[in-house]
């Protein structure tokens, strides 16, 4: 092979690597269809926070239902439609991120992964099972109700 011919070669597989690079590059998974909170949330507040809703007309109705938004596991804990009657907390466990669910017979939040178990005001009741590391405490969010939305502050 001459020079110009190598030169030639290695110029088209250049172009090649390049050119799978961008392909690659545009046709990812990035985009997931779920949207980012809103880091301004619209009504002020001054709390600084994102947020996260769900509307109790069609969710949460009766005491032990649960919904999951934005990463938020909202969960109801008594009847009425005050803050107090709901119970907000991030989704997924600290330990290794499995599903968090509300398991209102037993009066508490449980992993569905390694069955971490915790209080309604996060405190951890049993840490992970059959596997290795620690868990912490959950966050527990600040809640509203108006106009039959629950809202998260996601401090």
């Known amino acids: 092979m001459e020079r110009d011919e190598f030169i030639k070669s290695l110029g088209f597989g250049l172009a090649l690597v390049c050119t799978g690079s961008c392909f690659q590059a545009c046709g990812g998974k990035g985009n997931t269809g779920t949207p980012e909170p ?17 509307n109790l007309g069609s969710q949460l109705l009766a005491v032990g239902d649960q919904a999951t938004a934005n990463g938020v596991l909202f969960f109801r804990i008594a009847t009425g439609d005050t803050s107090s009657s709901f119970v907000a907390t991030e989704a997924v466990c600290p330990h290794q ?18 069955f971490s178990e915790y209080a309604t005001n996060g405190a951890v009741l049993q ?26 502050t996601i401090a």
């Open 38 to 54: 809103n880091p301004n949330p619209p009504g002020g507040g001054g709390g600084g926070g994102s947020t996260a809703s769900v």
């Open 97 to 114: 991120q499995g599903a968090l669910v509300w398991k209102q017979a037993l009066n508490k939040i449980q992993c569905q992964l390694h």
């Open 127 to 152: 840490g992970p099972q059959n596997t290795t590391g620690n868990t912490r405490t959950l966050k527990i969010y600040s809640t509203a109700v108006n106009n039959g939305t629950l809202t998260a």
